[in-house]
């Protein structure tokens, strides 16, 4: 079994910048495509960013159009551990963030994804 715990939420202004991050267990984490989604209440989950599997330097990350420029996913296989750096952060950025692992190829829909953190709540105030 995978578990994924999510951590670095919070309350931040507008303009501000948050660092989540992912901590996985329980399977081999370099084979493992890794996303952050987020979700409002009723509205359906959304991609954010994924950053590709793999043991070396070179990594593929696909972000959203609405966090490109502003988010970067990393990760860090000698740790288990996926990283959102968020900068820039707007009110509309307000969400549950999740992560989530498959292993497979990247993909964007989150019902490809086999594993979900519980989520961290990140809130901008304007």
């Known amino acids: 079994q995978v578990q994924l715990v999510e951590s670095g939420g919070g309350l931040v202004q507008a303009g501000g910048s948050l660092k989540l991050s992912c901590a996985a267990s329980g399977r081999t984490f370099s084979s493992a495509t890794m996303g952050w989604f987020r979700q409002v209440p009723g509205k359906e989950r959304e991609f954010v960013a994924v950053?590709?599997?793999?043991?070396?330097?070179?990594?593929?990350?696909y972000y959203a159009e609405s966090v490109k420029g502003r988010f970067t996913i990393s990760r860090d296989n000698a740790k288990n551990t996926v990283y959102l750096q968020m900068n820039s952060l707007k009110p509309e950025d307000t969400a549950v963030y999740y992560c989530?692992?498959?292993?497979?190829?990247?993909?964007?829909?989150?019902?490809?994804?086999?594993?979900w953190g519980q989520g961290t709540q990140v809130t901008v105030s304007s």
């Open positions: 989530a692992a498959r292993w497979g190829t990247v993909d964007y829909t989150p019902a490809q994804y086999d594993y």
């Open positions: 950053i590709s599997r793999g043991g070396g330097r070179v990594y593929y990350v």
